[in-house]
């Protein structure tokens, strides 16, 4: 396949250059001029392929912090998303997600914190954590092999 945003030849779904989606037959294009006027571009793509996946990987991975520091599997996915969003496309995306899906378990855990009050909240505070570790750790994998993965369960707070 070849990714129709820079032409790099790939096997993947996703250019390990650029993060696009790469398509089968794709005709090489080349890298598309900037277009003039307007406001500036943010400079993309920076970081080589291996260690864009790599801080890919660690914004899903971060948010297992949280296991023991309260809040830590929010601001581990936030800082390496702020930090690399403008190096890599992938980190961009990944970061998100896993900044999003993080700040949708700990709302969820708030609620079922809530509810432990009337005892149907402390089975699901169980529950909860055990998605959240089980779907941080599936994410991470799949990841690592090039495929994206869209979590479960997820408010798109952060688009």
Not at 39 to 50: C, D, E, F, I, S
Not at 73 to 97: A, F, H, T, Y
Not at 101 to 117: D, E, N, P, R, T
Request: neutral net charge.
């Amino acid at each position: 396949m070849t990714c129709a945003q820079c032409g790099t030849e790939t096997t993947e779904r996703f250019c390990p250059n650029c993060g696009a989606a790469a398509a089968a037959g794709a005709s090489l294009a080349g890298p598309q001029p900037p277009p003039t006027g307007g406001p500036p571009m943010r400079v993309v793509g920076t970081l080589a392929p291996a260690e864009a996946k790599n801080w890919a990987v660690g914004a899903h991975l971060a948010a297992l912090a949280g296991m023991f520091i309260p809040f830590a599997n929010v601001i581990g996915p936030l800082v390496i998303w702020l930090i690399k969003k403008d190096e890599s496309p992938l980190v961009e995306r990944e970061g998100k997600e896993s900044l999003n899906f993080q700040i949708s378990m700990s709302i969820y855990l708030c609620v079922a914190g809530l509810l432990s009050f009337i005892l149907i909240g402390i089975p699901m505070l169980f529950v909860i954590a055990i998605l959240d570790l089980v779907f941080t750790i599936i994410a991470a994998v799949k990841t690592s092999n090039g495929e994206p993965y869209h979590y479960p369960m997820t408010i798109r707070l952060i688009k």
